[in-house]
T-cell receptor
Framework: GIQVEQSPPDLILQEGANSTLRCNFS?????LQWFHQNPWGQLINLFY???GTKQNGRLSATTVATERYSLLYISSSQTTDSGVYFC???????????FGTGTRLQVFP | DTGVSQNPRHKITKRGQNVTFRCDPI?????LYWYRQTLGQGPEFLTY????????KSRLLSDRFSAERPKGSFSTLEIQRTEQGDSAMYLC????????????FGSGTRLTVV
């Protein structure tokens, strides 16, 4: 099955810093989503981005489907950005999302 | 609808007991998914339904696990003879159907088997 790898596994930032999270996947996909999991376990959808670039406030994401990777950019980080960020993909022969192992982000004041 | 609802939020049970979780998807969503997440890992797919039909089951779903969606609305996930290794967060998600892009997740049920 498709493999999804995320890096770095852990990231510690001071408030105001910028960061880039990466997601690599091993096969063609027709769906890619970035999620933020808050301390209570809720998965919040950030972006649906199988290709191209999107921006939402301080967050933006870029997926280069031909090279099988996606990047999530967080600018001017805030303590509320802390949590685990997951990339999840869906390949063409299935309807289920496959998740990466996540990047744990801690933002300190 | 305000989202996907899961109950209970937390469940502590003794090893060997049976437990049942419930998921209420967004009302117009035809597809419903169950995932399991253990500490430090990403969610792992268990099974999914199109209306009342169970379309796919993961090998993670042992014969102690059963999921139903009898009327194509809410779903239940039952674990029989619980083991300590079943301790995890059980997440439910829904979407509009085949080819749909958005998956909305519930807050999960955290199971602790003691």
């Amino acid at each position: 099955g498709i493999q999804v790898e995320q890096s770095p596994p852990d990231l510690i930032l001071q408030e105001g810093a910028n960061s880039t999270l990466r997601c690599n996947f091993s096969d063609s996909v027709n769906n890619l989503q970035w999620f933020h999991q808050n301390p209570w376990g809720q998965l919040i959808n950030l972006f649906y981005i199988p290709s191209g670039t999107k921006q939402n406030g301080r967050l933006s994401a870029t997926t280069v489907a031909t090279e099988r990777y996606s990047l999530l950019y967080i600018s001017s980080s805030q303590t509320t950005d802390s949590g685990v960020y997951f990339c999840a993909v869906r390949s063409y022969n299935t309807d289920k999302l496959i998740f990466g192992t996540g990047t744990r982000l801690q933002v300190f004041p | 609808d305000t989202g996907v609802s899961q109950n209970p939020r937390h469940k502590i049970t003794k090893r060997g007991q049976n437990v049942t979780f419930r998921c209420d998807p967004i009302s117009e969503h035809n597809r419903l998914y169950w995932y399991r997440q253990t500490l430090g890992q990403g969610p792992e797919f268990l099974t999914y339904f199109q209306n009342e039909a169970q379309l796919e089951k993961s090998r993670l779903l042992s014969d102690r696990f059963s999921a139903e969606r009898p009327k194509g609305s809410f779903s239940t996930l039952e674990i029989q003879r619980t083991e300590q290794g079943d301790s995890a967060m059980y997440l439910c998600a829904s979407n509009l159907g085949e080819g749909s892009y958005g998956y909305t997740f519930g807050s999960g049920t955290r199971l602790t088997v003691v």
